[in-house]
């Protein structure tokens, strides 16, 4: 591929303060107030050479811009009109020129993805409307944010989109962002180039943009700074000829659109101009068949991938409450499980009557890549859960599924292709199930030429051949087999299966699973979906890889499944649960032990006895010690966990009788909205629950709205609210507010660093607790 | 900018968990020590530190920031120069409390502590290399003050933050004024020609020493 190269523009930020610009005022509203300034500045950059002219605009968003008298249409008229004054009489370009809000997104920050689109789609309005040529990303270290410009991008206005990243020398931005993986998801949504800028000079960015190079067909942005600066002046180290010809070399990489970052000025420019003239960047390139998210890049074709299955409420009593309760702790924890166990590719699957199964899938796709790298796999057959997955996932996911009726051609291929995602395609057509190979086939034919005509690249089509119940058709394992080795042989695709489903109803299941297993990965499967926490299934997929080759010289499997030497020295650290007593092991902290020598108690006494007589003594016990200061947090914390574990052996017990296992309650907790010093709640959670009282914790930043909404679908009958900073504590009173407003009774007990009695009563709660001791001692006055 | 951290001093990580000198098991304090080698290895802390000259009116120069409250004012007013300092142990730390989370609240206090112990570790080695490099000029270093102590306004640290542009070490202060990485700080310490009266160390300094949760017994 071939393309003339466009200069860009140097440092902004370096220009005006050496003009003057004060260190914590906002360069963008020079527009307004000095607007010879940037325009001098700027014109001396394309009489160097530059041809795309980033305008003033680089935080001109509503947040950055607060306080400043001036609104973002103002400040963004004003510096495209001044850039293009600088361009007059030229060919040169203005383009809008975008960075980061300066906030982190969630679920590490607060801000929302939705909330950062609105932020970025506001400046492109603006951007539109004062007549801006392009609108370039730069200087962005977070994946899931610059996708959330790049939407609003291609969502509001027609214009060129130029997105780019920066990188640490490591290959990766401080938020952990692979630069392949930027290079795969930017390229997913149809950016016109894609690139690196500032942090290193342009040697230390030639590996990174080779990275991309690996992974994308587009052409390459390249904006360095002028080298590294030096620790004790912070002046920069590469003269302009120097740098000139270090980018000069990536042009046969594909970088097309070269300019400087930090440290650059024009002499640097026109020293670029002067390199480059008459040269073209020139680059083979193809894109990456597979998926990734930001951290983790996972490749099709290259031997078999495992999607853990867990992440799903069918059949799973447990999920299902977590799910209708917002419990994002247990769902990451799902995650993290599977992760560990050795899946590549996580499902995604919320559906739930009574659920709001875009707003879930959001939730839940957010919440889980902050904790997991993996990538994921929507799934869901509802269209707008599955855009709502691909919204916030940030990276290329795999969707699953469509199929071959024209209902779901028609709703999920345009998703697909919007997002620039990988899909599965299941051989379902408007006939139902098929019976045969042949059938299996042709859906899978017919599947593929729809996918064509959306453009989606072959390697991103997947095709599921069905597993139907080996009990009840029989004939069927067999077809589907034989349909997968066509796929594999005739289509050349991947080809993914759900596993499990051929042993439903048979005894022995795990024998039947695991040998179809075999049998498919030998038959062409190349993305088995099974539950990666069971040992036979990844037994079976190391074994495979061993045989087919993949696993090269045996390493991985020799590393998991040689002999290892601490599992007899783990038995030998059961200490003998007859040994001790039930409130030496919850004082103690001894989990296991406690859940041990609980069921054994439950064989001759009632699960009330149980709690009354020995757990609730030995945790007052426990809180008592804390309380005068004898054992300290992490020690209460420990009992708590070992108490719980036998409070769950009770709920077993109670379970097993038919009644409900749910303990007194619910309480409901939240740390209110801006906050996210989570941990003092957690700690409160954990006592509470472990005191036997069923806990909803709604997690950290959450708005009132959503306690309010949550206290009344749940019928909350204590709620439990913290706030860490003086800066969050007045929406702990906006949340009773709105609470008392909404007519909700329930008392309202509040704690956190900064509040005092005093205060916890002037903002209108009934309770302050100091601790989660006394948060417990609370909620045993009110739920008994 | 990335600084290496060497070692978290668990009596640190235990004073942020509220140990007060009663006994402590070992599989406790194992614990502690695995949670501070995973920090150790895991994340990147990083550090910004800048120097500035005060004006007059003591507004650093070049800069729109003036530290408020009386209690920095009068801890700079011997200086006309200041360093300020901002800190953070990385997204990467986010990410593990995160994680941590989700597998239960004991494991989580454990690490947080540690990190907390982890970032002061990060900004006392940077102080104290401020100080002796300031030795060999013939200056002193102040205190490290951050806002919030005293009677210095929280919200100084956006514009610390805005000063150092501390987004380019990842340190971000979302729009209700919390720094995130949670596990990050924000200083000013003021340099003087003359050796200064530095605040009695441990907790007598601090003005919510009366009521603070974390106050050391000792002294």
């Not at chain 1, 994002?328 to 739930?352: H, K, R, T």
């Not at chain 1, 005092?756 to 045993?780: C, H, L, S, V």
């Amino acid at each position: 591929m071939e393309q003339r190269i466009t200069l860009l523009d140097g440092a902004m930020g370096t220009m005006l303060q050496r003009a003057g610009l004060k260190l914590g005022d906002r360069p963008e509203t020079l527009s307004m107030t000095a607007p010879d300034v940037v325009e001098s500045i700027q014109r001396r950059y394309v009489q160097a050479g530059t041809r795309l002219l980033l305008a003033n605009t680089f935080c001109a968003n509503a947040h950055k811009l607060d306080g400043t008298g001036y609104s973002v249409d103002e400040v963004i008229s004003a510096s495209v009109s001044v850039a293009r004054k600088a361009c007059a009489g030229t060919e040169a370009r203005v383009a809008l020129d975008i960075g980061p809000i300066g906030e982190l997104l969630e679920p590490l920050g607060t801000l929302s993805f939705e909330e950062a689109y609105a932020l970025f789609a506001q400046m492109i309005r603006a951007g539109v409307k004062a007549g801006a040529d392009a609108v370039f990303f730069e200087t962005f270290s977070d994946l899931a944010e610059i996708r959330a410009g790049i939407l609003a991008a291609k969502e509001c206005c027609d214009l060129p989109v130029y997105a780019s990243m920066t990188f640490e020398q490591s290959g990766r931005t401080f938020l952990g962002v692979r630069a392949d993986a930027a290079a795969i998801s930017l390229s997913a949504l149809g950016v016109d180039a894609l690139g690196v800028n500032c942090s290193l000079g342009p040697k230390e960015i030639a590996p990174i943009l080779r990275d991309m190079r690996a992974v994308t067909d587009l052409p390459l942005i390249l904006k360095p700074n002028a080298g590294l600066p030096d620790p004790a002046t912070g002046a920069y180290n590469t003269t302009p000829q120097e740098f000139a010809a270090a980018c000069a070399d990536m042009t046969d990489l594909g970088a097309a659109y070269i300019g400087g970052c930090c440290g650059t000025t024009p002499d640097f420019i026109a020293a670029l101009h002067d390199a480059l003239e008459g040269k073209a960047a020139r680059w083979e390139g193809a894109r990456l068949s597979g998926v990734c998210s930001a951290r983790e890049v996972c490749a099709f074709g290259k031997g078999v991938r495992v999607i853990g299955e867990r992440i799903n409420p069918t059949g799973k009593k447990r999920f299902q409450q977590a799910l209708r309760e917002d419990d994002m702790n247990y769902i990451v924890s799902q995650a993290i499980e599977q992760e560990d166990a050795g899946a590549q590719i996580l499902d995604i699957n919320v559906g739930l009557p009574g659920i709001d199964e875009p707003e879930m899938m959001r939730r839940v796709v957010t919440a889980v890549s902050g904790a997991v790298s993996l990538p994921l796999q929507i799934d869901s057959s509802n269209p707008a859960a599955i855009e709502a997955g691909l919204r916030a996932a940030p990276g290329k996911c795999l969707v699953n599924s469509v199929n071959a009726t024209q209902a779901s051609l028609d709703s999920v291929l345009p998703l697909v292709r919007k997002y620039g995602a990988a899909v599965v395609a299941l051989t379902l057509g408007e006939n139902g199930l098929p019976k045969t190979s042949q059938e299996r086939f042709e859906l899978a034919q017919k599947i593929l030429a729809e996918t064509e005509k959306y453009g989606i690249p072959r390697g991103d089509v997947a095709v599921d051949c069905l597993t139907l119940t080996v009990s009840a058709q029989q004939e069927q394992a067999a077809a589907t087999l034989d349909a997968l080795r066509r796929v594999r042989d005739e289509l050349g695709l991947e080809t993914v299966l759900g596993v499990s489903n051929i042993s439903f109803g048979l005894p022995a299941r795990t024998l039947v699973t695991q040998a179809f297993l075999m049998q498919a990965i030998a038959c062409g499967l190349t993305m088995p979906i099974i539950n990666p926490n069971q040992r036979e299934m990844m037994d079976a997929v190391d074994a495979c890889r061993v045989l087919s080759g993949e696993d090269a010289s045996c390493a991985a499997y020799i590393e998991r499944h040689a002999p290892s030497q601490t599992n007899g020295k783990r038995e030998a650290d059961k200490k003998d649960a007859a040994d001790v007593t039930i409130s030496e092991a919850i004082s103690k902290g001894m989990k296991a032990e406690a859940a041990a020598i609980a069921g054994k108690m439950l064989e001759t006494e009632t699960p009330l006895d149980l709690v009354e007589k020995h757990l609730i003594p030995a945790l007052d016990e426990v809180g008592e010690r804390y309380e005068k200061q004898q054992i300290f947090l992490p020690q209460l914390m420990n009992a708590a966990a070992a108490s719980g574990a036998a409070f769950d052996e009770v709920r077993r017990a109670i379970e097993k009788t038919g009644a409900k296992g749910e303990g007194k309650g619910p309480i409901l907790l939240a740390t209110v909205e801006g906050d996210i010093h989570d941990i003092g709640k957690n700690i409160v959670r954990t006592v509470l629950e472990n005191y036997g009282f069923h806990v909803i914790d709604l997690g950290r930043d959450v708005p009132a709205e959503r306690v309010v909404a949550a206290a009344e679908k749940h019928g909350a009958k204590l709620i439990g609210l913290s706030a860490l900073m003086t800066t969050t504590v007045p929406n702990m009173e906006k949340t009773i507010a709105a609470l008392r407003g909404s007519g909700l009774s329930a008392p309202v007990i509040v704690g956190g660093a900064v509040l005092t009695a005093e205060y916890a009563r002037r903002i209108g709660a009934d309770y302050y607790a100091k601790d989660a001791k006394q948060a417990a001692d609370i909620a045993k006055a009110i739920l008994g | 900018m990335i600084v290496r951290l060497n070692e978290i001093p668990l009596r640190e990580a235990l004073h942020f968990l509220g140990w007060r000198g009663t006994p402590v098991e070992h599989g406790l304090l194992e614990d502690i020590r695995e949670k501070a080698r995973r920090v150790i290895e895991e994340t990147e802390p990083r550090v910004l530190v800048r120097r500035f000259s005060l004006e007059e009116n003591g507004t650093l120069c070049g800069t729109t920031f003036s530290p408020k409250g009386e209690d920095v004012r009068r801890m700079l007013a011997p200086c006309r120069e200041v360093y300020l300092l901002a800190a953070t142990l990385g997204a990467q730390s986010e990410r593990m409390l995160l994680r941590e989370q989700s597998l239960g609240a004991a494991g989580a206090v454990l690490l947080d502590a540690v990190m907390s112990a982890a970032i002061e570790t990060v900004c006392d080695r940077q102080e104290e290399r401020l100080r002796l490099s300031l030795l060999e000029e013939g200056k002193h270093l102040t205190d490290r003050f951050s806002p919030g102590y005293g009677d210095m306004p929280l919200a100084q640290t956006n514009e610390i933050c805005a000063v150092l542009q501390a987004q380019r070490i990842g340190l971000m202060v979302s729009q209700s004024g919390i720094m995130i990485p949670r596990k990050s700080v924000t200083a000013i310490m003021g340099i003087s020609d003359a050796p200064v009266q530095r605040r009695p160390s441990g907790c007598e300094g601090c003005s919510a020493k009366d009521t603070c949760a974390m106050r050391r017994n000792e002294g």
